[in-house]
């Protein structure tokens, strides 16, 4: 009797969890005055990180997060704070660890990469130079309150990139980038604002989150 009374919370936690995790019905709609709104807040507010996830959102057996990124022009070297493909680079973050391989001295443009999600970019505007692959050196990780690790890409490292290719994306462009894979931007002309799709297979980011804006 005992055995099945101790036996009904664990019953009863995993109905709950299965309804939890149950997918959308319907489909998830992101209109183009919602992303001009976030666009507008973050302007508005003065945020220094050009990175700013609209959703989200709880797809049963994983998460999706969908950001839309707006960087402003950048000469060539690509070595500014926010200069990280997916967000600003974790490196200013209190009490930070070392990632990466070390080498004192290093310059070169900095990037990140994401331990657990992957990135598609779809370019809306604009043009820039996005540098790939290779390694990140001197790097530091995330903090596990930082916003790159709750909401916008879960545990990263971000420093200098070495060994990377380059290429000249602009409007209507598509980049898959998967996990691990360091990226970062060495230049924009002008500025280049992108949609980028997080598919968070490990539900590591902010439970149902929605952008202020959005409220």
Do not use: W
Request: net charge neutral.
């Amino acid at each position: 009797m005992r055995k099945q009374v101790l036996q009904i919370p664990v019953i009863l936690l995993a109905v709950c969890s299965a309804a939890l995790a149950q997918a959308p019905k319907d489909s998830v709609y992101i209109s183009d005055e919602n992303i001009k709104a976030v666009l507008k807040h973050s302007a508005d507010t003065h945020r220094t990180i050009p990175d700013n996830t609209l959703r989200v959102i709880d797809m049963g057996q994983y998460q999706l997060g969908v950001a839309v990124v707006a960087r402003g022009a950048m000469k060539g070297g690509g070595t500014t704070a926010n200069a990280g493909g997916g967000s600003a680079a974790p490196a200013a973050a209190s009490a930070s660890q070392s990632c990466g391989e070390q080498r004192p001295g290093a310059t070169g443009p900095t990037g990140i990469f994401h331990d657990d999600t992957a990135e598609s970019y779809v370019v809306i505007s604009g043009s820039g130079t996005l540098i790939t692959g290779g390694s990140i050196v001197n790097g530091k990780r995330s903090g596990p309150n930082d916003e790159v690790t709750t909401v916008l890409n879960g545990p990263s490292c971000g420093g200098t990139m070495v060994g990377y290719t380059s290429r000249e994306i602009k409007t209507g462009d598509v980049i898959i980038i998967p996990e691990h894979v360091p990226h970062g931007f060495s230049a924009i002309p002008d500025h280049i604002t992108y949609l980028s799709i997080r598919p968070d297979l490990k539900k590591v980011l902010q439970h149902g989150y929605v952008n202020s804006a959005l409220k």
